[in-house]
C-alpha cells in the first residue's frame, strides 16, 4: 500500500482521518518534549546575545563542563543565524544576477573568487568594524562571528542557486509564462523548487566548513583587542592555552555531539523530504530515508507543529505581491546596437571602478611597505603552494586506491560513506594540539611536520568522491572487464580512473581550496606556551593578524587570493572542463 | 456511427494570424528564417491540424498564438466573439511539462492559482477537471510515480480547467507509445464530440500525417526552409475514421505527396536544407542509415523503387523520421524523390551492390561532390602544407551562416560521413581536421 503523506488537504478527508487516528501515543509524548526542549533552549540562547559587553568580562568563559551545554547551544545557534544570512544573500544575489545582465557581468566571477579566496584572513577587518557598530554590546561581536561563518557558507549557496536559475527546465518555464504566473508566484512554484536539491547538498557543505570558522571565529585576538564569546570555540582555545587534554577532549566531544545532532534532526529530515524536488520523471530506487522525517510524518502532533511552524512560510508563498499597488513598468526595446554599445559603456564602468579599488589597494599597502616585503610574501606563497601540491599528491595516493576499493564494495561503501561525509564535516583544528605535542616531543622540523595539519580536515573530500565515482561504475563495464580479463595497470588506466575522474576532480578542488584556508591556523600552531612555526603565507597572514598589522594582513589574503585563482583556473578548470568533455559517462 | 457535435456554431473567427514572419536567432542576414508569410484562421468549433516536419516553424506558430513568442513581423489577433468573453488559449506540451513536486491535484490548479482563483473554487474545479479527464483516485500522486498516458492526461486537465476558448497542442502524443497514444487520441475525440469540453476550437502541431487525418476538420500542411503553408486540406470523413478505409488511406497517401514535392520544379537540389553552400545545415543522419536504407529499397519487395508512407511503416519509422534520410540520398545523387516515391539512382544501385571498400570510394566520390562542405574541407587540407586545419575554422564559418545549433549539428555531421568516407580525419581532442589516419 501506498501512502501519500504530502497529499493536498482535504482531497479525501475520510480516508486521512482513519489514517490519521492509528497515531502512537508515545510518539506524540516524545515528539511534544522535544519540541519544547528546543523552544525553550533557542530563546535562551538568544536572550544571550544582545547581553552588554561587560559581560563577557565579568562572566568569562570557563572550563566547566556543566557551562558546556550551554556553549555547544550558542555556537550552533550562531552557526543557524550564518545559514539564515547565507540564504538571504543567495536568493537576492544569486536572483539579480540570474535576471540582470549587467549584474551577472560582476557578480558571478565575485562569486567564483569570493569561494575561493582565504575568508579566514578578513576576520581582523571585520572584528574591527562590527565592534564599531555595537561598541557597548556583545551583538558587534556576535555579528563579527556570524559575519565570519557567513564569508564561509554563502558563495557556494549562491552560485549553486545562480546556476539552477539559469537550467530551468524550458517547458516549465512556457507553462509559468502561458498561465501568466507573477514574478512571485514563478518563484514559489518553479524557480525555488528547482534549486532545492543543489541548494541542500550546498547547505551542508556550507555547514561543515562553517565549523572550522566557528573555531577560528569566537575567541579571537586583533591587536590589543581579545574577545572571547561563549561557546565551544573559546572552550577549546581556552583549553589550548591552559594545556587542560581532558577539555579538549571534552569539547571535541561535545562538537562531535552537536554535528550527529543536526545532521539526524535538521539535515536528514531535509534531505529526505527535498527528496520530491529531484527534477526527475522516475522514481528514483533509493529515497534517502530519515527516522526524523517518519516520525514527524506518522505523528499527528509533530505534524501540527510542523503546520505551525511552517504556517507564516505557506502564507508567504500564497501571498499575492500584486495585489499591493504595482508600479507600471516601462520597458524599453533597444536596438542590439544600443544594447552592445551600453553593455560596452557598463563594462568600462565596472573596470574603472576595478582599477581604483586595485590602485586604492597597491596604495595602501604602498605606504606601508616596501617592494621587498611583496617579493618576500610571493616567496612565501610558493612555499606554500609547494606544501599545498606535495599534500594533495600524497593523499590521492592514498585515498584514491582507497576509495575504489570501498566503492566497489557496496556493502563497505553504504556503510563508510556517510563517515567519510562526518569526517569532513568535522572541524580539523581542534586536533592541532595533538600534532603538537607529538613534534615537540620528537623534536621534528615543523616546517615539514605542521604541513599534515593543512589537508587533516579536506583530505576526506577526495576520499567521499572517489567512493561515489567508483560505485557509480556502471555493472556492464566491471562485466567487460571480468570477460576481457583486464587487470591491473590497463584496468586502472582504461576503466577506473576515466571513471572516477570527474568525481576526483571535484573532491580534489575542494581539498586543495580548504588545504589555503586551513594554512592560516595550521601553520602557526599553539599548545599552552609552546608555539610552532612552519615558513609559508599562512603563518605570514596568521602572525600579522595577532599583531594587528593591517597592511600585511591585506597583502597577505591579496597574494594567496592570487595564488589560489591562479592555481584554480591552470589546473583545476581545465582538468574540470576536460571531464566533462570526455570522461562523463552516458 | 457518426457522432454529431450539439454546440452551436457561429461563422465568427477565434483567430487570426496574418502574414507572420520568424527569424531565429541574430536579427539580420544570418539569423535563420522558420517562418515566411504565414496566414491561419482558426473558426470555431473545429478541429484543426498543423502538419509538418521537424524545422517547418509549425510549434513557433503555435507558440506565437499562445503568446510565447512575438512574431518577428505580422500579426496575431482575436476578434472578439458575441456573447462571449475574450479569448483565451492553453496549451498541452509535448513534454507534458509537469512540475516533479507537485501532486496530480496541485498541477492542475497551477493555472488557476495564477489567475488567482479563491482556494475552495479551485480545488472544486480542479477535482471537475480531474474527474473528466480519468484521472480519479491519482489526486496525491506525483507525477514521476505515473506513466507517460497518465501524465499527459494531467497536461491536459490542467490545460482544460481554466476554461480556454482555444486549445493548442504541441504534438501532445509524440512521446507517448503507439497504444498509450491511441487510447489518448480517442478518448479526446469523445469529449470533444460530446462537447464535454468546455473549449471552442482545437489547434493541434503533429508531424504524424494518420494522427492529422485521424483528428482534424481541416489540415495545413507545412513545408520547411522557410516554414509555409504549402496546403490546406478539409478532412469530410465522418468520425470515428477507420484507417483501414480506403478513403483515409488515399488521403494519407495524397498528403505524403504534398509533403515531398518540391516547392517549385526547377528549384536546385540543394534546396532541400536550409542554407546553401557551405552554409546547408546538414540533419544528423549515420551513415549507417543511409546505407540500410539504400538496401531497404533495393531489396524485394520494392526493387528499386518504393512508396513513402508504405516504407514508413514497414520501417517502423515516422515520416518525420524518414524524410531526412530521403532527402540526404537524394542530395548525394543515391536516390530520388517523386511524388511520394523514393526510387534509387544507378550510383545507389552500384552502392548496394558493392563491398566494404567499394562502397567508401563510391560514398567518398559523392561526398566531395555533392556535399559543398566537405568538399571545401578537404580543399583546404589539400592546400595546406601540413594537411591539418583546426575545425575552429569551419566552426566560425558556418556560425557566420547559421545559429551555432545547427553549425554544430552540421560540423558533427559532415565529421562523421567524412572518417567513414576516409576523405578526411578528426582528432576530438585537438579539434583539428587532417589528411593523416590516426597511428
Same mark, same amino acid.
Given at each position: 500500500?501506498?501512502?501519500?503523506?504530502?497529499?493536498?488537504?482535504?482531497?479525501?478527508?475520510?480516508?486521512?482521518?482513519?489514517?490519521?487516528?492509528?497515531?502512537?501515543?508515545?510518539?506524540?509524548?516524545?515528539?511534544?518534549?522535544?519540541?519544547?526542549?528546543?523552544?525553550?533552549?533557542?530563546?535562551?540562547?538568544?536572550?544571550?546575545?544582545?547581553?552588554?559587553?561587560?559581560?563577557?568580562?565579568?562572566?568569562?568563559?570557563?572550563?566547566?563542563?556543566?557551562?558546556?551545554?550551554?556553549?555547544?547551544?550558542?555556537?550552533?545557534?550562531?552557526?543557524?543565524?550564518?545559514?539564515?544570512?547565507?540564504?538571504?544573500?543567495?536568493?537576492?544575489?544569486?536572483?539579480?544576477?540570474?535576471?540582470?545582465?549587467?549584474?551577472?557581468?560582476?557578480?558571478?566571477?565575485?562569486?567564483?573568487?569570493?569561494?575561493?579566496?582565504?575568508?579566514?584572513?578578513?576576520?581582523?577587518?571585520?572584528?574591527?568594524?562590527?565592534?564599531?557598530?555595537?561598541?557597548?554590546?556583545?551583538?558587534?561581536?556576535?555579528?563579527?562571528?556570524?559575519?565570519?561563518?557567513?564569508?564561509?557558507?554563502?558563495?557556494?549557496?549562491?552560485?549553486?542557486?545562480?546556476?539552477?536559475?539559469?537550467?530551468?527546465?524550458?517547458?516549465?518555464?512556457?507553462?509559468?509564462?502561458?498561465?501568466?504566473?507573477?514574478?512571485?508566484?514563478?518563484?514559489?512554484?518553479?524557480?525555488?523548487?528547482?534549486?532545492?536539491?543543489?541548494?541542500?547538498?550546498?547547505?551542508?557543505?556550507?555547514?561543515?566548513?562553517?565549523?572550522?570558522?566557528?573555531?577560528?571565529?569566537?575567541?579571537?585576538?586583533?591587536?590589543?583587542?581579545?574577545?572571547?564569546?561563549?561557546?565551544?570555540?573559546?572552550?577549546?582555545?581556552?583549553?589550548?592555552?591552559?594545556?587542560?587534554?581532558?577539555?579538549? +577532549?571534552?569539547?571535541?566531544?561535545?562538537?562531535?555531539?552537536?554535528?550527529?545532532?543536526?545532521?539526524?534532526?535538521?539535515?536528514?529530515?531535509?534531505?529526505?523530504?527535498?527528496?520530491?524536488?529531484?527534477?526527475?520523471?522516475?522514481?528514483?530506487?533509493? !529515497?534517502?530515508?530519515?527516522?526524523?522525517?517518519?516520525?514527524?510524518?506518522?505523528?499527528?502532533?509533530?505534524?501540527?507543529?510542523?503546520?505551525?511552524?511552517?504556517?507564516?512560510?505557506?502564507?508567504?508563498?500564497?501571498?499575492?505581491?500584486?495585489?499591493?499597488?504595482?508600479?507600471?513598468?516601462?520597458?524599453?526595446?533597444?536596438?542590439?546596437?544600443?544594447?552592445?554599445?551600453?553593455?560596452?559603456?557598463?563594462?568600462?564602468?565596472?573596470?574603472?571602478?576595478?582599477?581604483?579599488?586595485?590602485?586604492?589597494?597597491?596604495?595602501?599597502?604602498?605606504?606601508?611597505?616596501?617592494?621587498?616585503?611583496?617579493?618576500?610574501?610571493?616567496?612565501?606563497?610558493?612555499?606554500?603552494?609547494?606544501?599545498?601540491?606535495?599534500?594533495?599528491?600524497?593523499?590521492?595516493?592514498?585515498?584514491?586506491?582507497?576509495?575504489?576499493?570501498?566503492?566497489?564494495?557496496?556493502?563497505?561503501?553504504?556503510?563508510?560513506?556517510?563517515?567519510?561525509?562526518?569526517?569532513?564535516?568535522?572541524?580539523?583544528?581542534?586536533?592541532?594540539?595533538?600534532?603538537?605535542?607529538?613534534?615537540?616531543?620528537?623534536?621534528?622540523?615543523?616546517?615539514?611536520?605542521?604541513?599534515?595539519?593543512?589537508?587533516?580536515?579536506?583530505?576526506?573530500?577526495?576520499?567521499?568522491?572517489?567512493?561515489?565515482?567508483?560505485?557509480?561504475?556502471? +555493472?556492464?563495464?566491471?562485466?567487460?572487464?571480468?570477460?576481457?580479463?583486464?587487470?591491473?595497470?590497463?584496468?586502472?588506466?582504461?576503466?577506473?580512473?576515466?571513471?572516477?575522474?570527474?568525481?576526483?576532480?571535484?573532491? !580534489?578542488?575542494?581539498?586543495?581550496?580548504?588545504?589555503?584556508?586551513?594554512?592560516?591556523?595550521?601553520?602557526?600552531?599553539?599548545?599552552?606556551?609552546?608555539?610552532?612555526?612552519?615558513?609559508?603565507?599562512?603563518?605570514?597572514?596568521?602572525?600579522?593578524?595577532?599583531?594587528?598589522?593591517?597592511?600585511?594582513?591585506?597583502? +597577505?589574503?591579496?597574494?594567496?587570493?592570487?595564488?589560489?585563482?591562479?592555481?584554480?583556473?591552470?589546473?583545476?578548470?581545465?582538468?574540470?572542463?576536460?571531464?566533462?568533455?570526455?570522461?562523463?559517462?552516458? | 456511427?457518426?457522432?454529431?457535435?450539439?454546440?452551436?456554431?457561429?461563422?465568427?473567427?477565434?483567430? %487570426?494570424?496574418?502574414?507572420?514572419?520568424?527569424?531565429?536567432?541574430?536579427?539580420?542576414?544570418?539569423?535563420?528564417?522558420?517562418?515566411?508569410?504565414?496566414?491561419?484562421?482558426?473558426?470555431?468549433?473545429?478541429?484543426?491540424?498543423?502538419?509538418?516536419?521537424?524545422?517547418?516553424?509549425?510549434?513557433?506558430?503555435?507558440?506565437?498564438?499562445?503568446?510565447?513568442?512575438?512574431?518577428?513581423?505580422?500579426?496575431?489577433?482575436?476578434?472578439?466573439?458575441?456573447?462571449?468573453?475574450?479569448?483565451?488559449?492553453?496549451?498541452?506540451?509535448?513534454?507534458?511539462?509537469?512540475?516533479?513536486?507537485?501532486?496530480?491535484?496541485?498541477?492542475?490548479?497551477?493555472?488557476?492559482?495564477?489567475?488567482?482563483?479563491?482556494?475552495?473554487?479551485?480545488?472544486?474545479?480542479?477535482?471537475?477537471?480531474?474527474?473528466?479527464?480519468?484521472?480519479?483516485?491519482?489526486?496525491?500522486?506525483?507525477?514521476?510515480?505515473?506513466?507517460?498516458?497518465?501524465?499527459?492526461?494531467?497536461?491536459?486537465?490542467?490545460?482544460?480547467?481554466?476554461?480556454?476558448?482555444?486549445?493548442?497542442?504541441? %504534438?501532445?502524443?509524440?512521446?507517448?507509445?503507439?497504444?498509450?497514444?491511441?487510447?489518448?487520441?480517442?478518448?479526446?475525440?469523445?469529449?470533444?464530440?460530446?462537447?464535454?469540453?468546455?473549449?471552442?476550437?482545437?489547434?493541434?502541431?503533429?508531424?504524424?500525417?494518420?494522427?492529422?487525418?485521424?483528428?482534424?476538420?481541416?489540415?495545413?500542411?507545412?513545408?520547411?526552409?522557410?516554414?509555409?503553408?504549402?496546403?490546406?486540406?478539409?478532412?469530410?470523413?465522418?468520425?470515428?475514421?477507420?484507417?483501414?478505409?480506403?478513403?483515409?488511406?488515399?488521403?494519407?497517401?495524397?498528403?505524403?505527396?504534398?509533403?515531398?514535392?518540391?516547392?517549385?520544379?526547377?528549384?536546385?537540389?540543394?534546396?532541400?536544407?536550409?542554407?546553401?553552400?557551405?552554409?546547408?545545415?546538414?540533419?544528423?543522419?549515420?551513415?549507417?542509415?543511409?546505407?540500410?536504407?539504400?538496401?531497404?529499397?533495393?531489396?524485394?519487395?520494392?526493387?528499386?523503387?518504393?512508396?513513402?508512407?508504405?516504407?514508413?511503416?514497414?520501417?517502423?519509422?515516422?515520416?518525420?523520421?524518414?524524410?531526412?534520410?530521403?532527402?540526404?540520398?537524394?542530395?548525394?545523387?543515391?536516390?530520388?524523390?517523386?511524388?511520394?516515391?523514393?526510387?534509387?539512382?544507378?550510383?545507389?544501385?552500384?552502392?548496394?551492390?558493392?563491398?566494404?571498400?567499394?562502397?567508401?570510394?563510391?560514398?567518398?566520390?559523392?561526398?566531395?561532390?555533392?556535399?559543398?562542405?566537405?568538399?571545401?574541407?578537404?580543399?583546404?587540407?589539400?592546400?595546406?602544407?601540413?594537411?591539418?586545419?583546426?575545425?575552429?575554422?569551419?566552426?566560425?564559418?558556418?556560425?557566420?551562416?547559421?545559429?551555432?545549433?545547427?553549425?554544430?549539428?552540421?560540423?558533427?555531421?559532415?565529421?562523421?560521413?567524412?572518417?567513414?568516407?576516409?576523405?578526411?580525419?578528426?582528432?576530438?581532442?585537438?579539434?583539428?581536421?587532417?589528411?593523416?589516419?590516426? %597511428?
Amino acid at each position: 500500500m501506498v501512502f501519500f503523506f504530502e497529499d493536498a488537504k482535504g482531497a479525501r478527508p475520510l480516508v486521512r482521518m482513519l489514517r490519521r487516528g492509528g497515531g502512537l501515543p508515545w510518539a506524540d509524548f516524545a515528539a511534544f518534549i522535544l519540541l519544547a526542549g528546543l523552544t525553550v533552549m533557542v530563546i535562551h540562547g538568544t536572550e544571550q546575545m544582545d547581553a552588554p559587553l561587560a559581560q563577557l568580562h565579568t562572566n568569562p568563559v570557563t572550563l566547566d563542563a556543566a557551562r558546556l551545554p550551554e556553549y555547544a547551544l550558542r555556537t550552533t545557534l550562531r552557526m543557524f543565524a550564518a545559514l539564515a544570512a547565507s540564504l538571504v544573500f543567495t536568493f537576492s544575489v544569486a536572483t539579480l544576477a540570474a535576471k540582470s545582465r549587467k549584474a551577472e557581468l560582476i557578480i558571478v566571477p565575485a562569486l567564483d573568487i569570493l569561494q575561493s579566496v582565504p575568508v579566514l584572513g578578513f576576520l581582523s577587518f571585520t572584528v574591527t568594524m562590527f565592534m564599531g557598530w555595537f561598541p557597548f554590546s556583545q551583538l558587534g561581536v556576535e555579528c563579527a562571528a556570524i559575519f565570519a561563518i557567513f564569508t564561509s557558507q554563502a558563495w557556494n549557496m549562491a552560485f549553486s542557486f545562480y546556476q539552477s536559475l539559469r537550467t530551468l527546465p524550458a517547458d516549465l518555464d512556457e507553462v509559468t509564462r502561458q498561465f501568466g504566473f507573477s514574478p512571485w508566484r514563478r518563484f514559489v512554484r518553479l524557480e525555488l523548487p528547482y534549486a532545492i536539491p543543489g541548494l541542500i547538498w550546498n547547505m551542508m557543505m556550507s555547514m561543515s566548513g562553517g565549523w572550522f570558522f566557528v573555531v577560528a571565529s569566537e575567541a579571537i585576538t586583533v591587536g590589543n583587542t581579545t574577545v572571547t564569546l561563549p561557546g565551544i570555540g573559546s572552550w577549546l582555545s581556552l583549553a589550548i592555552a591552559r594545556e587542560d587534554f581532558k577539555s579538549v +577532549g571534552l569539547g571535541v566531544l561535545a562538537m562531535g555531539v552537536v554535528i550527529v545532532l543536526y545532521d539526524q534532526l535538521v539535515f536528514r529530515p531535509i534531505v529526505a523530504w527535498a527528496d520530491k524536488f529531484r527534477f526527475e520523471q522516475t522514481a528514483s530506487q533509493a !529515497a534517502p530515508k530519515s527516522w526524523v522525517h517518519d516520525l514527524i510524518r506518522r505523528t499527528r502532533f509533530l505534524r501540527t507543529g510542523i503546520d505551525v511552524v511552517l504556517w507564516p512560510l505557506r502564507k508567504l508563498a500564497a501571498l499575492e505581491w500584486s495585489r499591493l499597488p504595482s508600479v507600471p513598468r516601462v520597458r524599453v526595446t533597444l536596438s542590439p546596437k544600443t544594447d552592445r554599445a551600453l553593455d560596452a559603456v557598463w563594462i568600462a564602468v565596472v573596470l574603472v571602478a576595478c582599477a581604483f579599488a586595485l590602485w586604492q589597494l597597491i596604495g595602501f599597502i604602498a605606504r606601508h611597505l616596501t617592494w621587498s616585503d611583496v617579493v618576500t610574501t610571493f616567496g612565501l606563497g610558493m612555499v606554500t603552494l609547494v606544501r599545498v601540491v606535495v599534500l594533495i599528491a600524497l593523499a590521492t595516493l592514498i585515498w584514491v586506491p582507497i576509495g575504489v576499493w570501498i566503492g566497489l564494495r557496496p556493502a563497505w561503501s553504504q556503510r563508510l560513506q556517510p563517515i567519510a561525509q562526518f569526517l569532513a564535516a568535522f572541524p580539523a583544528n581542534v586536533l592541532f594540539p595533538f600534532a603538537v605535542m607529538a613534534i615537540v616531543a620528537f623534536r621534528l622540523d615543523p616546517n615539514i611536520w605542521l604541513s599534515p595539519l593543512m589537508i587533516l580536515g579536506t583530505q576526506w573530500y577526495i576520499l567521499f568522491n572517489v567512493i561515489a565515482g567508483a560505485s557509480a561504475i556502471p +555493472g556492464d563495464m566491471k562485466e567487460v572487464a571480468g570477460i576481457f580479463g583486464i587487470r591491473n595497470w590497463q584496468w586502472w588506466r582504461q576503466i577506473v580512473i576515466p571513471a572516477i575522474f570527474p568525481y576526483y576532480v571535484t573532491g !580534489a578542488l575542494t581539498a586543495s581550496g580548504g588545504c589555503w584556508n586551513a594554512s592560516i591556523v595550521a601553520e602557526v600552531v599553539t599548545w599552552g606556551n609552546r608555539h610552532l612555526e612552519a615558513a609559508g603565507l599562512g603563518a605570514f597572514i596568521a602572525n600579522a593578524t595577532s599583531a594587528g598589522d593591517y597592511p600585511r594582513v591585506a597583502l +597577505g589574503i591579496a597574494v594567496m587570493s592570487l595564488f589560489v585563482i591562479a592555481f584554480n583556473r591552470s589546473v583545476w578548470r581545465p582538468m574540470y572542463a576536460f571531464a566533462e568533455r570526455r570522461l562523463r559517462i552516458n | 456511427m457518426a457522432i454529431v457535435k450539439s454546440l452551436p456554431r457561429t461563422n465568427s473567427p477565434l483567430v %487570426e494570424v496574418r502574414n507572420v514572419r520568424h527569424v531565429y536567432g541574430k536579427t539580420g542576414a544570418s539569423g535563420l528564417l522558420v517562418l515566411d508569410n504565414v496566414d491561419l484562421t482558426l473558426q470555431d468549433n473545429e478541429i484543426v491540424g498543423l502538419l509538418g516536419r521537424s524545422g517547418s516553424g509549425k510549434s513557433t506558430l503555435l507558440r506565437s498564438i499562445a503568446g510565447l513568442i512575438t512574431p518577428t513581423e505580422g500579426t496575431v489577433s482575436f476578434p472578439p466573439v458575441p456573447d462571449c468573453g475574450p479569448t483565451t488559449v492553453s496549451m498541452v506540451f509535448q513534454s507534458f511539462a509537469l512540475f516533479p513536486w507537485l501532486t496530480v491535484l496541485e498541477n492542475v490548479e497551477v493555472g488557476l492559482e495564477a489567475k488567482r482563483v479563491p482556494k475552495e473554487e479551485r480545488r472544486k474545479r480542479a477535482l471537475a477537471a480531474i474527474d473528466l479527464i480519468g484521472l480519479d483516485g491519482f489526486e496525491s500522486a506525483y507525477p514521476k510515480e505515473l506513466s507517460g498516458g497518465m501524465r499527459q492526461r494531467v497536461g491536459l486537465a490542467r490545460a482544460l480547467v481554466v476554461d480556454p476558448s482555444i486549445l493548442l497542442m504541441d %504534438e501532445p502524443f509524440s512521446a507517448l507509445d503507439v497504444l498509450t497514444a491511441e487510447t489518448l487520441r480517442t478518448d479526446l475525440l469523445d469529449l470533444w464530440y460530446e462537447g464535454r469540453m468546455p473549449i471552442r476550437s482545437i489547434l493541434i502541431v503533429t508531424h504524424n500525417i494518420e494522427e492529422a487525418v485521424l483528428m482534424c476538420d481541416r489540415i495545413l500542411v507545412f513545408s520547411s526552409n522557410p516554414g509555409h503553408v504549402v496546403a490546406e486540406i478539409t478532412v469530410t470523413l465522418p468520425q470515428p475514421r477507420n484507417r483501414q478505409s480506403p478513403a483515409f488511406r488515399a488521403l494519407v497517401e495524397d498528403i505524403y505527396a504534398r509533403m515531398t514535392q518540391r516547392a517549385t520544379p526547377d528549384q536546385p537540389r540543394e534546396g532541400l536544407f536550409p542554407g546553401m553552400g557551405i552554409g546547408m545545415a546538414l540533419p544528423r543522419t549515420s551513415t549507417n542509415t543511409l546505407a540500410g536504407l539504400m538496401e531497404a529499397i533495393s531489396a524485394d519487395p520494392y526493387n528499386g523503387k518504393a512508396d513513402l508512407p508504405e516504407l514508413a511503416s514497414a520501417l517502423h519509422y515516422e515520416a518525420d523520421e524518414l524524410f531526412p534520410i530521403a532527402e540526404v540520398l537524394q542530395l548525394m545523387r543515391f536516390a530520388e524523390l517523386e511524388g511520394g516515391d523514393l526510387k534509387l539512382l544507378p550510383a545507389g544501385k552500384r552502392y548496394v551492390d558493392s563491398d566494404v571498400d567499394q562502397r567508401k570510394t563510391l560514398f567518398a566520390k559523392h561526398l566531395l561532390n555533392y556535399v559543398p562542405l566537405a568538399a571545401h574541407i578537404r580543399r583546404v587540407l589539400d592546400d595546406r602544407p601540413s594537411r591539418k586545419a583546426p575545425a575552429r575554422r569551419f566552426r566560425d564559418e558556418l556560425e557566420d551562416l547559421m545559429s551555432e545549433d545547427y553549425a554544430d549539428k552540421t560540423l558533427k555531421t559532415v565529421i562523421q560521413w567524412g572518417r567513414y568516407a576516409e576523405a578526411f580525419a578528426y582528432d576530438e581532442s585537438a579539434d583539428q581536421f587532417s589528411l593523416e589516419n590516426p %597511428e
